[in-house]
Every structure is written in structure tokens, then in C-alpha cells.
């Protein structure tokens, strides 16, 4: 199976919603393991490794365009 790319959310502002609506009155390491929590949660429905690869690598590829790294001084 293939991670799916297409657009496969009803509504993305009622999604972005939920998950602003979830974080709120957090403090970091709440929003943080929420997150982590998340991730186990939809990584187990989803049940499959190569799909979790896929999305994994993906991410981890945005993120690093989006943020390039910077050495820590030291």
C-alpha cells in the first residue's frame, strides 16, 4: 500500500480546528505528548509499516526544507 497524497479530508479548516481546539490550554510538554499520543493512536488504525515509512520519511523531509538544521554553539 502507498501513502496517500490526495486530498482525502472532508474539510481541512474542521481538521485544523480539532487539532488547534486539542492543544488549547496545554502548556508544551502536554502539546508535545499529545502529539506523540497522536501519533501512536492513527499509526496503530493505520496498521501498516510501509505506509508508516512512507509518511515518516515525508515529514521528516518537509521538515528539514522547511527548517534546515543549524549546529548547536559548543
Same mark, same amino acid.
Given at each position: 500500500? !502507498? %501513502?496517500? /497524497? ?6 481541512? =479548516?474542521?481538521?485544523?480546528?480539532m ?9 508544551e ?7 506523540? !499520543? %497522536?501519533? /501512536? ?6 496498521? =501498516? ?7 515518516f ?18
Open positions: 500500500m !502507498q %501513502l496517500n /497524497l490526495s486530498q482525502n479530508l472532508d474539510s481541512y =479548516d474542521d481538521f485544523y480546528d487539532l488547534t481546539d486539542s492543544h488549547h490550554d496545554l502548556d510538554g502536554q502539546s508535545k505528548m499529545l502529539d506523540a !499520543q %497522536l501519533v /501512536l493512536l492513527l499509526a496503530n488504525h493505520i496498521g =501498516d509499516l510501509n505506509v508508516l515509512r512512507q509518511a520519511a515525508l515529514a521528516r523531509v518537509n521538515v528539514e526544507q522547511a527548517l534546515p538544521h543549524t549546529p548547536s554553539a559548543g
